[in-house]
């Protein structure tokens, strides 16, 4: 899906793959284009009326996911990128930023698919920029790829705009025990999804 030559309200410049000089993405290929937080709803609504592709847009919920750093947004972009043809969702790929270095903000949207956006904030004030952004009435859900989220500030901020939280007790070295605690300590109203258990369903399915 290629954007140049795509002039972005607020002033970004398109980008195919947030790479100087790279070459234009094939149709239904992850674009990323330069973009400004205060000017979110009008730049996805742009690059959807410039596509090439049908102009078919439904999202079914908010996805934030808090990636462990620059080459983990990578590889779940891709992923999440592809999920949203059959899934599409208003995607939030948050990292945080080093001390003293500058916000970074990067977007993209197919019309059949998701909208995304990669921001690189502070953690004291991600959850409050990504807030105001969240597509009404429909569901969020938090896919927390961080550290221990056990006594964590940001992971607290983050859970509290969700309806339900995804972790990955194999990656986070949880056992059993804590994830069952980790859960009693969400908000009221906010579940707990493991997807180790997730991964282990054909084995189950099998076993069945």
Same mark, same amino acid.
């Given at each position: 899906m290629?954007?140049?030559?795509?002039?972005?309200?607020? =002033?970004?410049?398109?980008?195919?793959?947030?790479?100087?000089?790279?070459?234009?993405?094939?149709? =239904?290929e992850l674009c990323w284009n330069d973009g400004h937080i205060a000017a979110l709803e009008a730049q996805w609504r742009a690059l959807r009326e410039t596509s090439e592709e049908a102009p078919v847009h439904a999202l079914a919920l908010n996805l934030i996911c808090r990636v462990a750093d620059a080459a983990d947004a990578e590889r779940m972009a891709q992923h999440l990128w592809r999920l949203g043809r059959r899934h599409p969702a208003r995607v939030f790929l948050v990292r945080p930023a080093a001390d003293g270095?500058?916000?970074?903000?990067?977007?993209?949207?197919?019309?059949?698919?998701?909208?995304?956006?990669?921001?690189?904030?502070?953690?004291?004030r991600a959850a409050s920029v990504v807030m105001p952004h969240l597509a009404g009435d429909l569901p969020v859900v938090l896919l927390w790829r961080g550290s221990d989220p056990r006594g964590d500030a940001e992971f607290r901020l983050w859970s509290g705009l969700a309806n339900r939280v995804l972790v990955d007790a194999q990656r986070l070295r949880l056992s059993a025990a804590q994830v069952a605690a980790l859960a009693r300590?969400?908000?009221?109203?906010?579940s707990l999804g493991e997807l180790t258990w997730t991964r282990l369903t054909p084995w189950r399915l099998l076993l069945c």
């Open positions: 290629s954007r140049q030559g795509v002039p972005l309200p607020g =002033g970004g410049e398109p980008s195919p793959t947030g790479r100087p000089g790279a070459a234009a993405a094939a149709p =239904g270095a500058a916000d970074r903000v990067r977007l993209a949207a197919c019309p059949d698919g998701s909208e995304m956006v990669e921001l690189q904030l502070d953690p004291g300590e969400l908000p009221p109203g906010v």
